[in-house]
């Protein structure tokens, strides 16, 4: 079972890294609109953040999936053990309600001179900017941590 899963992983990855090789070429490489007076836009902007927005929702498809999965077969072994691999999940829902409580909900002004104030996607995108900032942030103490052999028994 294991071999078939590395060779599945194996596989989603080049056809990952094939995608998106194609769309960053159509991204720098197809030509340039001009949406707004002097401002160029790459042709297929809207191509790859479309990309990013599917590889997104990919991943925390399969992730929900894989924990709910790990959580369901642990229930059934030790329950105490399933009970604390909710803990992450439980931290990271609290850590997007805290940023997105803090997120500022000031108009944005655009590059054509409007102002774009829908609250609601103001502050989901400073939640996910500020939640970036701590999860990255909390990766690279955890990295020095384990570099440092503070945690090795």
Request: aromatic share 12%; with cysteine.
């Amino acid at each position: 079972m294991a071999k078939l899963s590395y060779k599945v992983s194996y596989y989603v990855f080049y056809v990952c890294i094939a995608l998106i090789l194609v769309v960053l070429g159509m991204f720098y490489g197809v030509g340039y609109t001009n949406p707004v007076g002097e401002y160029n836009e790459p042709a297929h902007t809207e191509t790859l953040i479309f990309l990013m927005y599917g590889m997104l929702a990919v991943t925390v498809i399969i992730t929900l999936l894989g924990g709910l999965a790990k959580f369901a077969g642990s229930l059934k072994d030790n329950p105490a053990n399933a009970i604390k691999s909710l803990l992450g999940l439980i931290l990271l829902v609290v850590l997007l309600v805290v940023t997105y409580n803090i997120a500022s909900v000031e108009p944005m002004a655009l590059a054509d001179g409007t102002t774009y104030s829908d609250v609601t996607w103001l502050k989901i995108t400073d939640m996910m900017i500020y939640s970036s900032y701590v999860l990255f942030g909390l990766a690279a103490i955890g990295t020095l941590i384990n570099l440092t052999g503070i945690l090795k028994k």
